[in-house]
């Protein structure tokens, strides 16, 4: 027997046993009820199959092998990663690892599901399919239209909305396109654009820019200009968002964050953008899987545009939803309307004018995901991720820590470090030495984002490991002695952001091993999500 035999285990016979195939035999389709091979493993078992599982000659055999095995030189691609690339295959099963040991606050992260993952890696990735489903610039593509519009159909249903009132574009290839896609097909360059600003809240795609730098290529093609939060609050300031809309004359408002925990209120914000008939755009990015499960206020009532990337509290693959109105956007008089006709502007903004062919694994994977979010499980969920962020605020308080907004609605909050005389980026350092992935965050009236005030934290990705309230209580214990270890540090190492980085990279310091320790000790508990820890390389030590 030979050794590739020996190699041929019990599982993959079990595998291709009483598995159908067609066969051409005889130059004929026939059907060839073999009950022995299945069609799809690797060069090598082929060759082994041809000369050892079926006798020679026999009709089962020529009906399976008609289809030809890779040539020696190119069986490499039909090879596993592991086999194929040990190099890379070693990295992934570390970054196994990592995830399985740590605990990750960064609230726009998650833990896609096994289902999703297998889409993402599927035979879709090979297809071109410029253009939209019935109507695409290259043949073969029957699955793809059909993958799409599932894709569609469940991201309407996700959200609840009437398909004659909203429809929605799945192709965009994440959220800063996406809102470029946007802006690009309601406005002409240079139209005015307001956003939250960065540093309270608001994100990059919105239109950043400094007073040396157009930060975003959005503040490059259009004159954007930001919205705050009332500082003593922490809350947005809606009045004076509206005595700068009077003023600015915008063509499009944003409604969106990465850094801002209390809901927004959309209701006023279309009241406000109505003066100046401007586009109300939610970026529901952060919350788009509380939204869908009926958390939040809801921005489908009162917005023309809504965009989500769908990789954070969605928990899908990376990419975006933009969903855009359809029908009467206003009555003028009673029998005399204007309706919207930004559908077509949209679809053609994505493609042709930003992209060409769509990531098809993607849309398929995000129709998956979508799927799991009609799901009870998935809305038991996110009121989980509620509940456990609840848990931080509350515990960071009793801590004594200050809480930008005094709080959170949402799945995340940023601490204001300023009254602990340190900052976001010494803490971030010191978590991340010890398996917390958290991150520094501008704060209201910050002028430095390198060394902001605030640190940000959110629940979704530790509540997708099932994670309760009271595991919750153990992290903001983990995250206070981090604080307190990088206090202690600053107090020794003075000087700029550099020394400290340095200090931490080339010193030992026993309390930051002690925390790692228990950190590791507390995360290993914890199942994780789209692998199988047995099979990993790292994860079983
Ligand atoms: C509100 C908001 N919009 C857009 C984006 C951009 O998404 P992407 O990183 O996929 O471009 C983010 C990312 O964090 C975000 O928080």
Redesign the pocket.
């Known amino acids: 027997m030979s050794l590739q035999l020996k190699q041929f285990t019990k599982n993959t016979i079990n595998n291709i046993l009483y598995t159908s195939v067609y066969s051409f035999y005889s130059g004929k389709r026939t059907f060839v009820q073999t009950n022995k091979i299945q069609p799809s493993f690797n060069s090598k078992l082929l060759s082994i199959g041809k000369s050892h599982i079926i006798g020679k000659g026999s009709v089962s055999q020529k009906s399976f092998y008609h289809q030809k095995a890779l040539a020696e030189e190119n069986s490499y691609l039909n090879q596993s990663l592991s086999e194929n690339d040990p190099k890379l295959f070693d990295i992934i099963e570390k970054e196994k690892k990592r995830q399985y040991e740590s605990i990750n606050l960064i609230p726009?992260e998650n833990y896609t599901s096994k289902a999703v993952l297998d889409a993402l890696g599927s035979v879709l990735q090979n297809k071109y399919s410029e253009g939209y489903p019935g109507a695409r610039y290259y043949g073969g593509n029957q699955y793809i239209d059909m993958i799409e519009n599932l894709c569609k159909e469940r991201a309407l249903e996700a959200f609840n909305l009437d398909p004659e009132f909203w429809g929605v574009n799945v192709q965009a290839l994440?959220?800063?396109?996406a809102?470029m896609c946007v802006y690009s097909a309601l406005l002409n360059p240079h139209d005015r654009i307001m956003g939250l600003n960065l540093s309270h809240g608001g994100?990059l795609?919105h239109g950043h820019q400094t007073v040396n730098r157009k930060v975003s290529a959005v503040s490059k093609f259009f004159e954007t200009m930001p919205y705050y939060v009332n500082e003593k609050t922490g809350i947005i300031d809606y009045d004076q968002l509206e005595m700068l809309v009077k003023a600015f004359k915008p063509k499009l408002i944003v409604a969106?964050?990465?850094a801002y925990s209390r809901n927004f209120d959309y209701e006023r914000m279309k009241k406000i953008a109505k003066l100046t008939k401007a586009y109300l755009m939610a970026?529901i990015?952060?919350v788009s899987g509380m939204i869908a499960a009926g958390y939040l206020n809801n921005p489908f009532e009162f917005c023309d545009v809504v965009t989500t990337?769908t990789h954070k509290s969605l928990r899908g693959p990376?990419g975006?939803l933009i969903f855009y109105r359809k029908g009467v956007r206003r009555t003028i008089m009673h029998d005399l309307k204007e309706f919207y006709d930004i559908e077509n502007k949209i679809n053609l903004a994505v493609f042709p004018q930003h992209h060409g062919g769509p990531h098809n694994n993607t849309i398929a994977a995000l129709a998956v995901a979508l799927k799991q979010v009609k799901s009870e499980a998935f809305k038991k969920y996110q009121g989980q991720v509620l509940k456990n962020c609840k848990v931080l605020e509350n515990e960071f308080k009793k801590m004594g820590y200050k809480i930008v907004s005094d709080g959170t609605d949402t799945h995340l909050l940023v601490i204001n470090l300023k009254p602990n005389k340190i900052d976001g980026a010494r803490v971030e350092k010191v978590l991340e030495k010890a398996n917390i992935s958290a991150n520094k965050n501008t704060i209201p009236g910050d002028k430095s984002a390198i060394l902001p005030s605030g640190l940000r934290m959110g629940s979704p990705a530790m509540t997708t490991r099932e994670l309760k309230e009271e595991d919750f209580k153990k992290i903001a214990e983990f995250v206070d002695r981090g604080i307190k270890i990088a206090i202690n540090i600053h107090g020794k190492v003075k000087g700029k952001l550099r020394n400290f980085k340095s200090a931490l990279n080339t010193n030992t310091y026993p309390e930051i091993e002690e925390l790692k320790k228990d950190v590791i000790e507390f995360s290993r508990q914890f199942p994780v999500v789209g692998f199988d820890l047995k099979s990993s390389k790292y994860c079983k030590e």
Do not use: F, L, M, V
């Open positions: 726009s994440s959220g800063t396109p809102n994100h795609s969106g964050s990465s970026d990015a952060h990337t990376r975006a």
